[in-house]
């Protein structure tokens, strides 16, 4: 399994962009960047995913290097309500045809008002 | 579209007791996966349901057990509760199964203590 790489806590402004790095080395060519948040005591709530190119929607902007090494999560204008847990998750086929997703620690990020 | 109903949502249960939690996925998802959240363990992956059949299991003891119904709706059982089957039980659900391009949605939680 690819295992991801993230800082365990990181601050941001209210109303600045919040970048959000995820390491992901050992990512392999059929493997997709998902990025889920889990505000406290929640549900974890789906964010974003890639392959290769970089994806925006509502949320927020994921940018995936072009060795697919690592990526940056991009909240552009973040708010209290985005204080939360984000988990960067690289997600293949493990074991056969499964949707088994493979958490990591995530990282802590505090927007301060 | 309604999202991912967990019932209940906090449950308290005394050790060796048998609990059942009920998940029901979006409208239309046919592929339910149940996780286990724990301060000390984080999230971790118990099992996935599609089309009524169990797909992957996670590392869990056989008292962690769980089914499918023919409405796409899972439940989850264990049996004989440990003090440390205390855990926030997540439950996700997908269109597909297999398809690494096809996000899953979670459910808000079922909050189990066992005393």
């Known amino acids: 399994d690819a295992k991801t790489t993230q800082p365990p806590s990181m601050d941001c402004a209210e109303g600045r962009a919040a970048n959000l790095p995820c390491n992901h080395s050992t990512i392999s060519g059929n493997e997709y960047v998902y990025w889920y948040r889990q505000i406290h005591s929640q549900g974890p709530q789906y964010i974003i995913h890639?392959?290769?190119n970089n994806e925006t929607n509502e949320m927020a902007s994921l940018i995936i290097t072009e060795d697919r090494k690592s990526s940056t999560l991009i909240l552009p204008h973040a708010t209290l309500r985005d204080t939360a847990v984000y988990y960067c998750?690289?997600?293949?086929?493990?074991?056969?045809?499964?949707?088994?997703?493979?958490f990591g620690t995530g990282t802590l990020l505090a927007v301060q008002p | 579209k309604a999202g991912v109903t967990q019932t209940p949502r906090y449950l308290i249960k005394t050790r060796g007791q048998q609990v059942t939690l009920s998940c029901s996925p979006i409208?239309?998802?046919?592929?339910v996966s149940w996780y286990q959240q724990t301060p000390g363990q984080g999230l971790q992956f118990l099992f996935e349901?599609?089309?009524?059949?169990?797909?992957n299991k996670g590392n869990f003891p056989g008292r962690f057990s769980g089914r499918q119904f023919s409405n796409s709706r899972s439940e989850m059982n264990v049996s004989t509760l440990e003090l440390g089957d205390s855990a926030l039980y997540l439950c996700?659900?997908?269109?597909?199964?297999?398809?690494?391009?096809?996000?899953?949605?979670f459910g808000q939680g079922t909050r189990l203590t066992v005393v």
């Open positions: 349901y599609f089309s009524e059949t169990q797909r």
């Open positions: 998750i690289v997600r293949g086929l493990y074991g056969g045809a499964t949707n088994k997703l493979i």
């Open positions: 996700a659900s997908s269109s597909r199964t297999g398809d690494v391009r096809t996000e899953a949605f």
């Open positions: 890639g392959l290769k």
């Open positions: 409208s239309g998802h046919r592929s």
